[in-house]
């Protein structure tokens, strides 16, 4: 079993102290390091090479924001799963932007955090129930805005299309859709730009989101 190498950055040592008690008895995930600001981090991060990183928003140096900015510019391949206890809206739009691949309140439970990393660690995203349900009633708010002669009941999506949205949700690969649709990784990415047009949606990352908290599976 592949070792998941985690680096905690969090300013409070009882809340770093915390988190690595709580994943010390996982066989397959290591605390490789701590950080307690956004500069000490980045030097971790280039000595240490962790596969996640588990943030704090709020530091003294350079927040948590910013800091997941610098990795996914720098070292995309290094995931990103926010922890945090702030429930402004601006906060998890942004970094939604940024490119996180998590975010969980400080409160969740052992289980989750767990569940969280496994999930990230396998290249697909995890929000927790609260976060999912504020970036769905955002994102469906924007989108409304964005098209006012629209709302999401009358954007019309064929049969393929919402096909392609479940896989979609479920973490699935372009190569891994077209071999359950039995059709071409080039007839997937077509359905995906015809989404992405439907939807106002301006990214692939964006259509995953939607796909992940717009759609049951």
């Known amino acids: 079993?592949?070792?998941?190498?985690?680096?905690?950055?969090?300013?409070?040592?009882?809340?770093?102290a915390g988190i690595?008690?709580?994943?010390?008895?996982?066989?397959?995930?290591?605390?490789?390091?701590?950080?307690?600001?956004?500069?000490?981090?980045?030097?971790?991060?280039?000595?240490?090479?962790?596969?996640i990183i588990l943030l704090d928003i709020s530091m003294p140096d350079i927040n948590g924001l910013e800091l997941a900015e610098y990795i996914k510019l720098n070292i995309p391949e290094i995931k990103?799963?926010?922890?945090?206890?702030?429930?402004?809206?601006?906060?998890?739009?942004?970094?939604?932007?940024?490119?996180?691949?998590?975010?969980?309140?400080k409160s969740i439970s052992k289980k989750e955090l767990i569940q969280a990393i496994r999930t990230v660690a396998e290249n697909k995203v995890y929000f927790d129930n609260i976060f999912s349900q504020k970036i769905k009633e955002s994102f469906q708010t924007k989108l409304i805005l964005n098209n006012p002669d629209s709302t999401k009941e009358n954007i019309l999506l064929t049969k393929r299309e919402r096909e392609i949205l479940r896989f979609i949700a479920k973490g699935f690969s372009n190569i891994e859709i077209a071999r359950q649709l039995t059709i071409s990784t080039r007839t997937v990415e077509t359905h995906k730009t015809n989404l992405m047009q439907k939807l106002n949606i301006k990214t692939a990352h964006a259509l995953y989101r939607f796909a992940f908290d717009n759609i049951e599976i």
């Open 80 to 105: 990103i799963i926010i922890l945090t206890m702030h429930e402004n809206e601006e906060y998890y739009l942004s970094a939604m932007k940024k490119g996180v691949n998590g975010m969980l309140y």
């Open 20 to 51: 690595k008690s709580l994943l010390l008895d996982v066989p397959e995930i290591e605390v490789i390091d701590e950080a307690d600001s956004g500069a000490e981090a980045k030097l971790k991060i280039a000595k240490r090479k962790p596969d």
């Open 1 to 16: 079993m592949e070792m998941i190498k985690i680096l905690i950055v969090d300013d409070h040592p009882l809340v770093r």
